[in-house]
């Protein structure tokens, strides 16, 4: 890898290299000169390190990586418009590209005409792509432009599939798993390459001969580390069945869920209920996909390793399964399962 020389280096270089008997001190004629091309010259010795560091997958960052990443025959996903459904009232019609919103400004558009006898729900998506689409129910509220005979709006189920650019690192994770590991043949790889390149896809569990010869088992959670939703789901099984050998039999499939409430005792600091969710979330997408379990001592890790949860220490931690309201400090998970945390709880002893 080239490294970018100083500016006092290359000063001292072209001094060096000078054959005049004049002095060479600050201030001087030739300092002076040498100086002023030795700022524009560490300018290019920048440029340089940089482009090295563009052109190669573990090096490269932005467009730079995406341009590499393509000619390697891996595109970044880009980033996905939520979409769901607005319940409006009153007697009107409501034309395809009709604006609602939220309060704070979230607006979607309407994706099909609909004319409107008393309510009816009408299918939307966000109009700016992304993860912040994805608003919980009965926050679509504001009609954006009046519709004549439209008298009010609202979401009854949160909008939903709203996904964020692919970041640099997962973009360079997919390329490097291409190229690491043998896929060919619709072998288990295969799959797991076919699932990752779609869309909102974030994590994906490859079973092979699940139910016997020549049947494979695609489980999928998407880019928010939830599990896939139906219309997710549909996507991913469309690319495979584009791509994988005809006598192949694939289920593609969600993880299921078990609802857990966490339980601290003695906690120093301010705790974010979400920002302990979101650490818990992040920590099951890429470790807990394959029946195993989730014990006291994973999730006090997590808790203290993540900044944003706002805990530095605690005195205890209960796992609850709300199923059957049983208390332990390890839950056990089925294959294809994954812990929801439902709740967390901070108890002051």
């Known amino acids: 890898m080239y490294n970018a020389r100083d500016q006092a280096i290359i000063l001292k270089e072209l001094q060096d290299y000078s054959q005049l008997p004049v002095s060479k001190i600050e201030g001087t004629f030739e300092y002076d000169v040498f100086a002023s091309n030795s700022i524009e010259f560490s300018k290019t010795e920048v440029e340089i390190e940089q482009a090295y560091k ?3 997958i573990l090096t490269s960052w932005g467009d730079y990586l995406t341009y590499a ?4 025959g891996v595109e970044r996903k ?3 418009a939520a979409k769901g459904y607005v319940t ?3 007697n009107g019609d409501v034309p395809a590209g009709s604006l609602f919103a939220t309060v704070d400004g979230i607006q979607f558009r309407t994706t099909e005409f609909c004319a409107v006898k008393n309510s009816a ?3 939307i998506e966000a109009t700016k ?3 912040e689409g994805n608003v919980k129910e009965g926050l679509i509220t504001v009609i954006s432009l009046s519709i004549p005979g439209i008298m009010s709006v609202t979401n009854n189920a949160a909008t939903y599939d709203g996904f964020d650019e692919e970041l640099d690192e997962e973009l360079k994770q997919r390329v490097l798993f291409k190229y690491r590991n043998a896929i060919t043949s619709g072998n288990e790889n295969h799959y797991k ?3 990752m390149s779609v869309p909102g896809v974030g994590a994906v569990t490859v079973r092979k001969l699940w139910k016997g010869r020549g049947t494979v088992k695609v489980v999928i959670m998407d880019a928010n580390h939830e599990p896939a939703s139906d219309s997710l789901l549909n996507q991913v099984r469309d690319y495979i ?3 994988r050998p005809a006598t192949a039999d694939v289920t593609i499939v969600a993880p299921s869920t078990k609802p857990i409430e966490i339980r601290i005792h003695g906690v120093i600091g301010t705790l974010d209920e979400d920002g302990v969710k979101k650490a818990i979330k992040s920590f099951l997408s890429t470790e807990l996909f394959n029946g195993e379990s989730l014990s006291t001592a994973q999730v006090g890790h997590i808790i203290l390793d993540n900044k944003e949860t706002g805990v530095s220490d605690y005195t205890d931690i209960e796992l609850v399964d709300t199923t059957n309201s049983i208390s332990a400090s390890k839950i056990i998970l089925n294959q294809d399962e994954l812990p929801k945390i439902t709740k967390v709880v901070v108890i002051n002893d």
């Open 54 to 56: 563009a052109a190669f």
């Open 121 to 123: 729900d009408i299918p």
């Open 88 to 90: 409006v009232t009153g």
């Open 129 to 131: 792509p992304g993860i």
């Open 78 to 80: 880009l980033a996905v």
């Open 69 to 72: 990443a393509s000619g390697l």
């Open 193 to 195: 390459l076919w699932a």
């Open 241 to 243: 069945d584009s791509q």
